[in-house]
């Protein structure tokens, strides 16, 4: 019955995960971004192509972004199908990270890029990885430890998600009215 529990709490923490995810990566919530395509389809198919300043110099912020949003994804598959061997975990790491440029692409809702693709997948790579060495040390331990870590960052997240939101929606419109 315990067990049973834990795994509500993860399956509803996911969610909640996928939720945000999504919110962020295809509605650009609670953030405004410049990647924004103003309802045009663009396609980047050369990795790092949009990711230099006009000097020349590489912004790696967008990318430790996506590699930061996917690290959880990888450890929530780890903690829900621990038995899946390696390359099945990142099966829905890959399919996950395509479905939302793919989706971009179809909506006009941002720039699909190969770069985010990699970014998103390195992401998910290496929070299965994290799992895998959580599960290591923390044994029988670590759904459980896992669940409290995630509900307290997930809380966070969300207050900082609705915060956000409400400066860039509400806040930020009044100022330029």
């Known amino acids: 019955m315990k067990l049973q529990k834990q795994n509500t709490l993860t399956i509803t923490l996911f969610i909640v995960y996928i939720l945000l995810l999504t919110g962020i990566i295809l ?13 045009i389809r663009v396609i980047s198919l050369i990795p790092l192509q949009g990711s230099f300043d006009e000097n020349g110099c590489i912004l790696l912020d967008e990318i430790i972004y996506n590699i930061l949003l996917f690290i959880p994804l990888g450890i929530y598959i780890r903690m829900l199908k621990s038995e899946w061997p390696f390359r099945k975990k990142v099966l829905p790491v890959i399919a996950l990270t395509l479905s939302f440029e793919v989706i971009q692409f179809i909506f006009a809702m941002g720039i699909t890029d190969v770069t985010d693709i990699l970014g998103n997948t390195l992401g998910g790579i290496i929070g299965i990885g994290m799992g895998a060495i959580l599960f290591k040390i923390l044994k029988n331990r670590t759904v459980k430890i896992m669940n409290i870590f995630v509900l307290a960052v997930t809380v966070c997240v969300v207050l900082r998600f609705v915060q956000l939101f409400y400066l860039s929606h509400f806040v930020m419109r009044t100022l330029y009215r």
């Open 27 to 39: 509605f650009k919530l609670p953030f405004y971004s410049d990647k924004i395509s103003n309802g």
